[in-house]
């Protein structure tokens, strides 16, 4: 049971289910306290030590088929019928050949019912990035690998058909039929593995489907669709609103705004000096929310709701205890500073007349995130709220999701905020779905109204 | 350890028996006996965790009962993760009625901190305190010859300042110094901010805690540590290593039906299997907020009370707001409602 139990871990750890060794001794020790034999109570047990939230759930599941009912690593079930024997046959034939790569021993090892090593690979190829700073740009490098797997398999299927041709004497047509079934069932499978990257059950994102009318007309127009004068308008509202949520916000905290004597933290110092004050502490104005950092993407329609977002973020800077932003079409840019030495409208007109960024480029949403992770990653923590403001239209790039999911793991929340109506998220080049399994929160977020909804939810 | 007890027990709130001692042993006697006579032991097996469960009446899934099981035999924390109103909060309530023990509740949110969480020194009654060492400072020094004796002594004396007497308990510190074992619910942690879960750490993988002045408390007896997470962010690899980890769906249909039967005794079998059905159903609308298991308790009181026994498009209509709370929610189901109030 233990040895099971070790080889199904090695398993989950190469499809990077994290599991620790406190974690397996933990399993170990329960499964002596609820009868092992049951399947469900087993299962449990597993499951509550080696996947410990909901989002790890959907991995464990798809490992735990496949080791306990697809590769019937059952210890139970070691009978000896004649088609294993000819299959244990057929993978020696297979495994004498000096020859083999990586790839290929893993898939033989797969086919003997030791699939990690072929799980491994699989991972290596699903979390694969694509090559950055390219002359020719391509997204091919994990399809390629892909497709160098397909090939492999297929070319065991015909081997698995070559040796049984080589056999007729010493098999009939019925075990024959069963054994390559058999086989290929199993290479099914691993072609499945391939295909089919199991995401994770989000089932704690938060989905805003509708909203609030705070405004009837300028209030529904898609921001893409404003004149002049309603920009200025929008511009408008968007100045009162800040007024209002930073009079709530002092507010809120007028009893510890700043420069009043924090008389508790005061007194406890001064018990270091027998009770007379000798240093006074005040009380810090509490910023309510952690560090803010926006990702925006600048190409075509979606400029005009992340230079809403960015002047609505940076007039309420003082909510934040810092505010980062970048702007991407494929490359990436720190567009922080801009705020810094110019006012909040004039930054934002700045950062299209100014900015080198290539707009004509076609839009690259994995582009951008792996330049973002490989050269900014250290502004997230756990204090930080991730902003991403974009239509999830990437021209059929390779999504790269995997990189948002480790820029997810750096930080507090991930907010996705979609410029396109809900319905239209599934629809041609745009990734969402993809990338919605990976945010902790996503809303469309196109007219004003939104605007509003979501600032509000933000800073109160 | 004892005498350490009583100087906490005498100025932190406590019960009245802790002000003295010889009470104190007293009513300690009469708590043995109870523990011992009614004995509300240990759960001994999952399906004893399940009846004891539904005796309070928890209705608790085969998953559920096996996790409280594990959780109390290896003393690990359940870290418990779901959509709101399944019934988390209540789990930790009902084990606590099971084992006869208090329920200490911890609710987590942003700012949460140290002070609110364990510990604050009682700053009234330090400052009287002050007062009092400067009256009788004069006593203290008078027998010095030299000005450094003199500071020697009061350094001897000053240390009383930050003492367990001028502690006042919070929740953690209360569940750690409990005599008797409690379950303590650490609610919504998923709320608080990461100093928060790093102190939890400490106290979860040890039992222990450190102030700074006075040094480490250590837990006198096992508290059942439940947590609970709606997702808001994710928890941190090391917290997740301490805890056993459980998730609650909504109810299937028929364990809803029971819950509502056993808190509403009185309602017809076949409404009550309408009603939980549509609740179902409304549950996989698009909706901003879910109705939940309380909502479904709400919506078969609020038909008793109005003594409705059909349920048809108007009467729904007319019931709908007791479990969509928002305007827009009631509005969706409301567009669907042929499709809610269909049959089978
Ligand atoms: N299994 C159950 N058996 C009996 N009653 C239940 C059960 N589950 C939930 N309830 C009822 O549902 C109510 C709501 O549950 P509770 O407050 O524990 O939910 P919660 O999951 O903690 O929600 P939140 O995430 O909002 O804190 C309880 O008061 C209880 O009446
Ligand atoms: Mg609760």
């Not at chain 1, 933990?26 to 410990?52: G, I, M, T, Y």
């Not at chain 2, 349920?311 to 709370?325: D, F, P």
Request: glycine fraction near 4%; aromatic fraction near 8%.
């Amino acid at each position: 049971m233990v040895n099971l139990t070790l080889k199904f871990v090695s398993c989950c750890r190469a499809a990077d289910l994290r599991i620790s060794t406190a974690e397996v001794l933990d399993c170990v020790s329960q499964l002596s306290l609820v009868n092992p034999l049951e399947e469900d109570e087993f299962k449990l047990v597993l499951r509550s030590n080696f996947a410990k939230s909901r989002r790890e759930q959907s991995r464990f599941d798809q490992m735990y088929h496949l080791f306990f009912h697809e590769m019937k690593s059952d210890l139970s079930q070691v009978s000896q019928s004649p088609e294993t024997e000819q299959i244990k046959n057929f993978l020696d034939q297979l495994m004498e050949n000096d020859t083999l790569d990586t790839l290929e021993k893993a898939l033989a090892d797969f086919l003997a019912g030791k699939p990690m090593a072929y799980i491994q690979e699989v991972h290596k190829i699903h979390t694969q990035e694509e090559q950055e700073a390219r002359a020719l740009k391509s997204n091919m490098s994990q399809l390629a690998s892909r497709l160098q797997v397909m090939l492999k398999i297929n070319q065991i299927k015909s081997k698995v058909l070559r040796f049984l041709g080589d056999n007729h004497a010493a098999v009939d047509e019925a075990l024959k039929k069963k054994i390559t079934g058999d086989l290929n069932d199993r290479l099914d499978h691993a072609m499945g593995l391939l295909n089919n990257e199991p995401r994770p059950d989000n089932y704690g994102l938060k989905e805003v489907k509708n909203h609030e009318t705070h405004y009837n007309h300028i209030g529904e127009i898609p921001f893409a669709s404003l004149g002049q004068e309603e920009i200025e308008e929008v511009r408008d509202v968007i100045r009162k609103l800040v007024k209002k949520l930073e009079e709530i916000a002092t507010l809120r905290y007028s009893v510890s705004s700043r420069g009043v004597i924090d008389i508790k933290k005061t007194l406890r110092k001064s018990g270091k000096y027998l009770g007379v004050p000798m240093e006074i502490i005040f009380k810090d104005r509490p910023l309510r929310k952690g560090k803010i950092v926006a990702l925006c993407d600048v190409s075509g329609s979606v400029w005009s709701t992340a230079r809403f977002m960015l002047n609505i973020l940076y007039s309420l800077q003082e909510c934040f205890s810092k505010v980062k932003s970048y702007i991407f079409v494929s490359d990436l840019m720190d567009v922080t500073d801009f705020f810094k030495d110019h006012d909040v409208n004039n930054a934002v007109e700045k950062i299209m007349k100014d900015t080198h960024i290539n707009y004509y480029a076609p839009t690259d949403y994995g582009m951008a995130f792996q330049h973002f992770k490989n050269r900014h990653i250290q502004e997230l923590d756990k204090k930080t709220t991730l902003l991403i403001i974009g239509d999830a239209r990437s021209n059929h790039m390779n999504p790269q999701d995997l990189v948002l999911k480790r820029m997810r793991e750096r930080c507090r929340r991930v907010i996705w905020l979609n410029p396109e109506q809900e319905k239209f998220w599934g629809s041609g080049d745009s990734e969402m779905y993809t990338y919605k399994a990976h945010c902790h929160e996503v809303r469309p977020c196109g007219n004003l109204n939104q605007l509003i909804d979501f600032i509000e939810e933000l800073i109160l | 350890m004892a005498g350490r007890e009583g100087i906490l027990g005498a100025y932190v709130e406590r019960p009245a028996k802790h002000y003295n001692a010889a009470y104190g042993t007293f009513y300690d006697a009469i708590f043995f006996i109870n523990s011992y006579g009614k004995a509300p032991m240990d759960f001994k097996s999952v399906l004893d965790v399940q009846e004891r469960l539904e005796g309070v009446q928890y209705i608790s899934s085969k998953e559920i009962s096996t996790v409280v099981f594990l959780a109390q035999a290896t003393k690990k924390p359940i870290l418990v993760e779901g959509p709101a109103g399944v019934g988390k909060t209540e789990l930790a309530k009902s084990v606590a009625k099971c084992l006869d023990r208090e329920m200490i509740r911890m609710q987590c949110y942003e700012g949460l901190d140290e002070s609110k969480a364990l510990y604050e020194w009682e700053y009234a009654k330090q400052l009287l305190y002050t007062q009092m060492v400067k009256e009788k400072i004069h006593d203290v020094i008078s027998e010095t010859a030299t000005l450094k004796e003199a500071v020697d002594q009061i350094a001897d004396h000053e240390d009383a300042f930050f003492s367990e007497r001028f502690i006042q308990t919070r929740p953690l510190l209360q569940a750690i110094r409990s005599e008797k074992p409690v379950v303590l619910l650490i609610d919504e942690v998923d709320k608080s901010d990461p100093e928060f879960e790093a102190f939890l750490l400490e106290l979860l993988s040890d039992f222990q805690v450190s102030i700074p002045e006075i040094g480490t408390i250590k837990a006198v007896t096992h508290p059942f540590v439940v947590l609970t997470s709606n997702n808001y962010r994710d928890m941190s690899d090391a917290l997740k290593r301490r805890c056993i980890h459980l998730y609650i769906d909504y109810p299937a249909i028929e364990t809803e039906m029971h819950i509502v039967k056993m808190k509403l005794p009185g309602m017809d079998e076949a409404l009550l299997a309408r009603l939980v059905s549509m609740v179902a159903r409304i549950r996989d609308l698009d909706l901003k907020k879910r109705p939940c298991i309380s909502e479904t308790l709400d919506w078969a009181r609020s038909l008793m009370v109005l003594q409705i026994d059909e349920l048809s498009a108007e009467s729904v209509a007319q019931t709908l707001n007791t479990i969509c709370k928002h305007k827009s929610d009631y509005e969706i189901v409301k567009k669907n409602i042929l499709n809610v109030i269909k049959q089978g």
